[in-house]
C-alpha cells in the first residue's frame, strides 16, 4: 500500500475529530517492520554519536539516563529516509487539515533502563518560533512503552490558552518574561480534575499531538528501555515568530532570512507535502 493510502486509511473520521477534540490520537501499527527497523537503526546511530545540540535530561544521581538530541535529518542518513518515505508527513497533513505539510524538526528522546526523571507537563508550542494553529507532532517509540511509562496528554488542552514555559530541571523562566503568561495547574497534584489520555505502545504505533496539547511522561522501570523519537510538522497557517530569547531547539540565523510572520519557507523545513488531497 502507497504512503498516501496508508495516511487515508489511518485517519478516519473518527481519529479526526478526535484530534481536533482531544489534541492527541493514537495510530495503531501506521508503521510497518521495517520501517520500525530503519528508525530504530537511526536512533541508534543518533545515540552513538551525539550532536553538539544534544541534551543530558537526567539528574546526575538518577540510577538510569535520559539523552534528548535534536534537528540530525540531514546528517542521519536513517532518519532522513524515514523522515520522507514514511506515511508520517500525510498522515500529518490530513490530521491538521491542512493542503501541506512542512518538516518542522525531529527530535530523538531515550530513556535508559531505570531512568526515574520525568518529562514534567508543559506544552511545546511556547518552545519554539513558530505561531499558528496547523501543526502536529509524532511521538513514535521503537520499544514497548508500558502505559505508566507513556507520554499522556491533558484532553482538550490545546484549545489555549498558552502556558509559561519553564526548565526542566529547576523550573526557570528562559523563555517568556516571568508573568507574561499563565503558570501551569498542578496536575499531579489532583489529577482526577483532569481528562488524562494515553496510551501503552508497541513499535509500529505512533502518537500525534498539537503543540499546545499539555503533556508529561514519567520514567521507565529496571527492565525497559525506551527510544522514541518525534517529528513535528506544520501546516498551511504557520509562520515564523523570532524570538527575543534562544528557543528550544534553536535555530542560529534564521531570523536574518525569515521575516516574521513569514511561511517557513526555508531548506530547513522542507515541504514533504504540497497538496494533500
Known amino acids: 500500500m502507497m504512503v498516501l493510502d496508508r495516511a487515508r486509511a489511518a485517519v478516519t473520521p ?5 484530534f481536533q477534540r482531544d489534541g492527541a490520537v493514537c495510530l495503531r501499527q501506521l508503521l510497518n517492520a521495517d ?3 530503519l528508525l530504530r537503526r537511526g536512533i541508534d546511530s543518533n545515540l552513538a554519536t551525539p550532536s553538539p545540540r544534544a541534551i543530558v535530561a537526567s539528574r546526575p544521581d538518577d540510577p538510569g539516563f535520559f539523552i534528548e538530541d535534536f534537528c540530525n535529518w540531514q546528517h542521519n542518513a536513517d532518519y532522513h529516509r524515514f523522515i520522507f518515505e514514511s506515511p508520517l508527513a500525510h498522515t500529518a497533513a490530513r490530521l491538521m487539515n491542512s493542503r501541506t505539510a512542512r518538516l518542522y524538526h525531529d527530535h530523538m528522546l531515550t530513556k535508559e533502563p531505570g531512568t526515574r526523571s520525568p518529562t514534567p507537563w508543559h506544552q511545546d508550542q511556547p518552545y519554539y518560533n513558530v505561531d499558528g494553529w496547523q501543526n502536529a507532532s509524532f511521538w513514535i517509540p521503537v520499544d514497548p512503552v508500558s502505559r505508566v511509562s507513556t507520554l499522556e496528554f491533558v484532553a482538550g488542552s490545546h484549545k489555549g490558552p498558552w502556558l509559561m514555559p519553564r526548565t526542566f530541571m529547576d523550573q526557570q523562566a528562559r523563555w517568556f518574561p516571568e508573568g507574561s503568561l499563565a503558570d501551569l495547574p498542578d496536575i499531579k497534584a489532583d489529577r482526577s480534575r483532569h481528562n488524562i489520555i494515553g496510551w501503552a505502545l508497541e513499535p509500529g504505533d505512533v502518537v500525534c499531538f498539537h503543540m499546545l496539547a499539555l503533556h508529561a511522561a514519567a520514567g521507565v522501570d529496571n527492565s525497559r528501555r525506551r527510544r522514541v523519537f518525534s517529528l513535528r510538522f506544520l501546516g498551511d497557517d504557520m509562520r ?4 527575543s530569547w534562544k528557543t528550544s531547539p534553536d535555530f542560529p540565523g534564521l531570523a536574518d532570512e525569515l521575516p516574521a510572520g513569514a511561511p517557513m519557507d526555508h531548506p ?9 488531497t
Open 14 to 18: 473518527d481519529i479526526a475529530t478526535a
Open 35 to 37: 520501517e520500525v527497523a
Open 240 to 243: 515564523h515568530a523570532p524570538r
Open 268 to 276: 530547513l523545513f522542507p515541504l514533504l507535502v504540497q497538496d494533500n
